[in-house]
């Protein structure tokens, strides 16, 4: 399967492409530059056909949406909304049948720690522009969802924990987290099974903190 990697520039993106790689050809692409070993296409991800680009060849998106790190609130808002409503239509356009959106479980921060959270709950965002915009990039995809354009599955990560950075093994050479390998293989499982036009997943953890 052809995936294309959106937010080249954060580790997540990496980590997650070199664990698909053995499975999988990949492509990543970012709005700014980025030094990687796969093939990498720089987009803005404004309304125009240079997205529609993007996805020449590919089955399925990953969209990892990260904010680069030179953001400011504004930019990170609008790269989780108008952004990721330009890739849906882009992808929905092309005939992508699966959309995978990286959202968060600190949507549900703000909860007791003894409660049980699961994807019934209803999030509680935070106006931290990192939470709050992941939760209207939820939205966003839903909307694509509910008008069947295309397959939409939205995995919330706990990024306090099971996100970690990567690891130097002893001889230098990069090895993905263990968690991040548990993400990849709920991803791979999300891109083969026959799941509904709208499903949303907690990974991992299934109590917040």
């Given at each position: 399967m052809k995936i294309l990697i959106t937010s080249a520039a954060s580790s997540l993106a990496q980590n997650l492409a070199t664990t698909l790689a053995p499975n999988h050809e990949i492509r990543l692409t970012e709005r700014e530059p980025v030094q990687t070993h796969f093939p990498f296409f720089q987009n803005p991800l404004s309304h125009d056909e240079t997205v529609e680009q993007l996805m020449v060849g590919i089955d399925a998106v990953v969209h990892v949406a990260e904010s680069l790190v030179t953001d400011d609130e504004f930019a990170q808002l609008d790269y989780m909304t108008r952004c990721t409503y330009n890739l849906l239509t882009a992808a929905s356009g092309s005939g992508i049948q699966h959309f995978i959106y990286l959202s968060t479980l600190d949507l549900f921060q703000p909860y007791q720690s003894q409660y049980r959270v699961d994807e019934r709950w209803?999030?509680?965002?935070?106006?931290?522009?990192?939470?709050?915009?992941?939760?209207?990039?939820?939205?966003?995809?839903?909307?694509?969802?509910?008008?069947?354009?295309?397959?939409?599955?939205?995995?919330?990560?706990?990024?306090?924990?099971?996100?970690?950075?990567?690891?130097?093994?002893?001889?230098?050479?990069?090895?993905?987290?263990?968690?991040?390998?548990?993400?990849?293989?709920?991803?791979?499982?999300?891109?083969?099974?026959?799941?509904?036009?709208?499903?949303?997943?907690?990974?991992?953890?299934?109590?917040?903190?």
């Open positions: 209803r999030p509680k965002p935070s106006p931290e522009p990192t939470v709050l915009g992941k939760h209207l990039g939820e939205y966003v995809c839903r909307e694509f969802a509910r008008e069947r354009k295309t397959k939409v599955t939205v995995l919330r990560v706990n990024t306090q924990r099971e996100v970690a950075a990567i690891s130097i093994s002893a001889e230098g050479s990069r090895l993905p987290d263990a968690n991040q390998v548990e993400l990849a293989q709920v991803i791979e499982r999300s891109l083969t099974e026959n799941a509904d036009i709208w499903t949303i997943r907690h990974v991992v953890a299934k109590t917040y903190r």
